[in-house]
């Protein structure tokens, strides 16, 4: 695997939805696990949504029941769908993609929920 890239973000209001995707390139059949991180002002980054390759999938208790993640294999994308948003979903997201230990992240996207 060479890197992760995601793309998506944006302002919305709450109740309003966005979606995000992450590719990964270069050795993708080495890829262990695929998904989306945030990071808020002054908190450490944490686990929004990945999916764990042949074993499913692991949300934040947070994102359960608003958000979906998905996997294109075709396009070695994964894509997170959000709705319901809220204002305490304002973050940095950032992609990130897991081969052979190491972890490879995307730049980071904002995403800000607020009317």
């Known amino acids: 695997l060479r890197s992760a890239a995601g793309v998506g973000g944006g302002l919305v209001q709450p109740g309003g939805s966005l979606r995000l995707s992450c590719a990964a390139s270069?050795?993708?059949?080495?890829?262990?696990?695929m998904g989306w991180y945030r990071q808020a002002p002054g908190k450490q980054r944490e686990l929004v949504a990945a999916?764990?390759?042949?074993?499913?999938?692991n949300y934040a208790e947070s994102a359960k029941g608003r958000f979906t993640i998905s996997k294109d294999n075709a396009k070695n994308t994964v894509t997170l769908q959000m709705n319901s948003l809220k204002p305490e979903d304002t973050a940095v997201y950032y992609c990130?993609?897991?081969?052979?230990?190491?972890?490879?992240w995307g730049k980071g996207t904002q995403v800000t929920v607020s009317s």
């Open positions: 999916i764990i390759i042949g074993a499913g999938t």
């Open positions: 990130n993609a897991q081969s052979k230990g190491t972890s490879y």
């Open positions: 270069g050795s993708i059949f080495s890829i262990n696990s």
